[in-house]
């Protein structure tokens, strides 16, 4: 069968179709270069328009990953999209999801074991990236923590994805993201490679 | 904030907005529970138009999973996306991409690593259920591997994603799948996701 079989060329031909196709004139440049990793991601040129980040958030983000913000993620898919090679400082990449404590502490809380993993996340929060790209609950419960003044992180990349919250999360993100800068993607749409990718994007501006 | 926090009435709330709004009336009845756990994955109701599936592909699907089939992944995200708990036969489920002999079977078959995994799959594939959530060429390479006569699967669950040769290799899965039953995503879309919703779908029927 014919077909492209050099990793790097592929990488280059998926990026100059996105290029060619996407409206990535209607971001700001910053914000369209971390776009065109996303819709890699997810092979899906029309995210563009349900794009959304304050202002400062690539510049914020790009600083605070190469000078080692941990990388706290709400799933383990999540987890493993980051391609550890683009970590400009051995960041750790965290996700407590599947530590034993989560179950109690959902029953604790009344709410998901998403929610519940990131009360195991206060140790690091102060300066990290948060990531998430599944559990509406965990975007929800992220900002109810910093409403009850726990540290803030550097930059919220949240994507999760679904029928139920996801939408409503991300938009009270956008609303108000508590004062640190974020990146969205609005609507239902999201999820783990979309979140990985955006930290692969900020991680390191090259394509390759 | 107000926002639903229960685990079970997420999910189904969920499946109740994507009954009521997806078309999945236009599929067979045993792909439509599927494309339910697809759509979930994903937050977007309109795949069920790209949806495409042999005839006997599910039920073959679900008894495969059932004896004890292992999964065989492309990438380990697919693999972190199978929810375990829902294995009835506690299935191996294997993801070859980062064994260590990987880099050089594909710079000797001048081809992706992704693809080049796909060697190390061959003690395993006969009767497995074959998951690809991330990579054309290794879609495109399983269908290499049949055509020289290597052990047929029991399944194809063909999700490649993005924008060079994603829709190619799961055109060539629905035109001519070797024989072997399988379940794909036309187009550009699919995913890891995605690709781990179709296991988790076939492995339970039940949506809890």
Redesign the interface.
């Known amino acids: 069968?014919n077909?492209?079989?050099?990793?790097d060329e592929?990488y280059r031909?998926?990026f100059a179709?996105?290029r060619a196709e996407a409206h990535l004139e209607e971001l700001p440049t910053e914000l369209a270069l971390v776009a065109v990793r996303l819709i890699?991601?997810?092979?899906?040129t029309d995210i563009v328009k349900d794009l959304d980040a304050s202002s400062d958030a690539v510049a914020i983000g790009r600083a605070a990953i190469a000078n080692g913000a941990p990388l706290l993620c709400d799933a383990?898919?999540v987890a493993?999209?980051i391609t550890r090679p683009r970590l400009p400082a051995a960041n750790q990449v965290i996700c407590t999801l599947n530590q034993p404590e989560v179950p109690t502490i959902a029953a604790q809380?009344?709410?998901?074991?998403s929610?519940a993993a990131l009360e195991l996340w206060r140790p690091n929060l102060a300066g990290a990236v948060v990531v998430i790209g599944n559990a509406?609950?965990a975007l929800?419960h992220l900002?109810?923590l910093l409403d009850e003044g726990a540290p803030k992180p550097a930059l919220i990349l949240g994507f999760p994805?679904?029928?139920?919250?996801?939408a409503?999360?991300k938009a009270?993100l956008a609303a108000n993201s508590r004062g640190v800068p974020f990146i969205t993607l609005h609507?239902?749409?999201?999820?783990?490679?979309i979140a990985?990718a955006s930290v692969n994007a900020l991680a390191k501006e090259s394509e390759l």
């Open positions: 069968m077909y492209l079989r050099n990793g592929i031909q998926s179709i996105i890699h991601a997810c092979g899906m383990q898919m493993n999209g809380l009344s709410n998901t074991r929610a509406p609950t929800f900002l109810e994805v679904g029928f139920v919250g996801a409503e999360s009270e609507g239902r749409r999201g999820g783990s490679a990985a």
